[in-house]
């Protein structure tokens, strides 16, 4: 059993950065690949990006390629979204997710494990 904890979600204006953290529970974090989705009002989850057990591979969306990084340290047993450049249309919760497999995957119905969400907001 993993639990998920994300936080550092906030109200930044467009340009702006901010950093998202996810801490996990338990002793097998480094066995799970980590993925980062999001979710905003009347739109479908849609994935930001993922990494590897080990975060040697590091997986983006178009939308976000070039402004967010992805992140883990398995000592600390949590994984980071470094965001840059935030626009408008970032605004949405982000949520992570862990699957119990040497890699992630862009749909959200191959993770085992969800956080409850935090919210991002991008002003103009």
């Known amino acids: 059993q993993v639990q998920l904890v994300e936080s550092g979600g906030g109200l930044v204006q467009g340009g702006g950065s901010l950093r998202l953290s996810c801490a996990a529970s338990?002793?097998?974090?480094?066995?799970?690949?980590m993925g980062w989705f999001r979710q905003a009002p009347g739109k479908e989850r849609e994935f930001v990006g993922g990494l590897s057990r080990s975060g040697s591979n590091t997986y983006y969306a178009d939308s976000v390629k070039g402004r967010f990084t992805i992140s883990r340290d398995n000592a600390k047993n949590t994984v980071y979204l470094q965001m840059n450049s935030l626009k408008p249309e970032d605004t949405a919760v982000y949520y992570c997710?862990?699957?119990?497999?040497?890699?992630?995957?862009?749909?959200?119905?191959?993770?085992?494990?969800w956080g409850q969400g935090t919210q991002v907001t991008v002003s103009s």
């Open positions: 338990g002793r097998t974090f480094s066995m799970y690949a």
């Open positions: 997710a862990a699957r119990g497999a040497l890699l992630p995957l862009t749909t959200g119905g191959g993770y085992d494990y």
